[in-house]
């Protein structure tokens, strides 16, 4: 045995078994074996989608905006497959993920960015631009696969696809929709005093309002200009005030 094990070496032949232990051909080798670890846990849904994102290219099994769908009609003025019927220069409010997104020097001074990139959500897709004097309040928000609220003008080119003109955004994440539900008609002066107060505490968290409408519910979603930092202490304020005219509702998006 030892003889043929020398000459298959000096021939450059090598057993299958070889790296097992044993000898050429022989009839005792010790199998190594593996232990194999995890856990009972299962993948998040949001574990899934970076999975099918970064390795297929595409979402399979849900898409990220799935988790807000009951939301999203009180968070937009329009989906983005009814942007074929809207007139030109219109201001529009969309909900949606930001599938692609680059950064271009301008022509007029290499020094300043605009951003442009797309935006999709559960009906479509549309482009989008974000000018430098956006950028400067929002920019770290205006990144690849982040879940915002974007407002702007829809542009309609006699060329090409139409796109967003971004004046503002807000992220989706760790924000709250605010809803304000008016329990009777509101005399002008306290409807005064109300705006004044949502001023003082302006921030990035979308506002409902509900009111009835010839005892139809009807809820408006308010513009980005009057959406609000839902603390604790707007909350106060509200209650405190105008306790007999409206309640007050705070809820996370996520």
Known sequence: AAARENEAKELGQVSLFAGLGGGLGGSSYQMQSFELYGTDEEFSDKEIQEFEKEYLGFYVTSHPLESIRDKLPFLTTHNISDMENIPNDTFVTICGLLTSVRQIPTKKDPTKFLKAGVIEDLTGEIAFVAFHKTLQECNSLIEQEKKVIM????????????????ESIKPVENSNI???????????????AIKDTLVKFKGSDPLVFIADNNGIETKVLASSNFWLNASNDLIQSLEKQFNQFLTLSVKSLE
């Open 151 to 166: 407002s702007g003008k829809l542009q309609k080119r006699e060329e090409g696809n139409p796109q967003i003109i971004v």
């Open 178 to 192: 605010v809803t304000i539900k008016f329990k009777q008609e509101i005399p002008f002066e306290t409807v005064i």
